[in-house]
Nanobody, 124 residues
Framework: VQLQASGGGLVQAGGSLTLSCVVS????????MKWFRQAPGKERDFVAS????????YYANAVKGRFTISRDNAKNTVYLQMNSLKPEDTAVYYC??????????????????WGKGTLVTVSS
C-alpha cells in the first residue's frame, strides 16, 4: 500500500488550501484515513480522521471548524480542505491509513501506512 500526498504550498494567513492523498490499494474502503502534521522542531500531531464510509469524522481541537476531511472511495483519495489558515498551521502534512483502529483514535499507534508528506507554509 502506497500513499501519495499532494497539494501543499505557500499561502497567506486567512487563505485556503486543499490537500489530497491517493492510496494505491484495492481495499481503500477498509481503511480509516487520517491526517497528521509535524511543525518544525515539534512532534507529529493528529489533525483529522475519517471512517471507512466517510460518515464519521474526528478533528483535533486546533483545526475544528476550519478544516474538513473527506474521501472519495471510487478514487482511492482522501482530502483535507483547510480554510482560515494560520501561521501556526505551517507544517509537513502526512496522510495515514489505519485498518483496525477507530475514527476517534488520535494517536499514531495503529497506523499501518504513511505517506511521505507535503509541506504547507502559511505566511503572516
Amino acid at each position: 500500500v502506497q500513499l501519495q500526498a499532494s497539494g501543499g504550498g505557500l499561502v497567506q494567513a486567512g487563505g485556503s488550501l486543499t490537500l489530497s492523498c491517493v492510496v494505491s490499494t484495492r481495499t481503500f474502503d477498509n481503511y480509516i484515513m487520517k491526517w497528521f502534521r509535524q511543525a518544525p522542531g515539534k512532534e507529529r500531531d493528529f489533525v483529522a480522521s475519517i471512517s471507512w464510509s466517510g460518515d464519521g469524522t474526528y478533528y483535533a481541537n486546533a483545526v475544528k471548524g476550519r478544516f474538513t476531511i473527506s474521501r472519495d472511495n471510487a478514487k482511492n483519495t482522501v482530502y483535507l480542505q483547510m480554510n482560515s489558515l494560520k501561521p501556526e498551521d505551517t507544517a509537513v502534512y502526512y496522510c495515514a491509513a489505519d485498518e483496525m483502529g477507530k475514527v476517534t483514535d488520535s494517536d499514531d499507534y495503529g497506523v499501518d501506512y504513511w505517506g511521505k508528506g507535503t509541506l504547507v507554509t502559511v505566511s503572516s
